[in-house]
């Protein structure tokens, strides 16, 4: 079977070549950590974005 002959009876498939990997729900950058989120590690700038997200959340709980 020629190649023409082949794409009209299959198509032409422009998807991804092989199989995806399975992802797991790993944590795979540091600013998504608990520790950041909080400011627990002691990053100057991780604590002032924990105080900002701590204003944040409490506006609705007035």
Same mark, same amino acid.
């Not at 950590?33 to 590690?41: F, P, Q, S, V």
């Given at each position: 079977?020629?190649? /023409?002959?082949?794409?009209?009876?299959?198509?032409?498939? /422009?998807?991804?070549?092989?199989?995806?990997?399975?992802?797991?729900?790993?944590?795979?950058?540091?600013?998504?950590?608990?520790?950041?989120?909080?400011?627990?590690?002691?990053?100057?700038?991780?604590?002032?974005?924990?105080?900002?997200?701590?204003?944040?959340?409490?506006?609705?709980?007035?």
């Amino acid at each position: 079977m020629s190649d /023409f002959d082949s794409i009209l009876e299959n198509g032409i498939n /422009f998807g991804r070549g092989g199989e995806r990997q399975k992802q797991d729900d790993k944590v795979k950058t540091k600013a998504k950590k608990k520790k950041y989120i909080t400011g627990a590690h002691g990053s100057g700038s991780a604590m002032q974005k924990a105080k900002y997200r701590k204003q944040r959340a409490n506006r609705k709980h007035k």
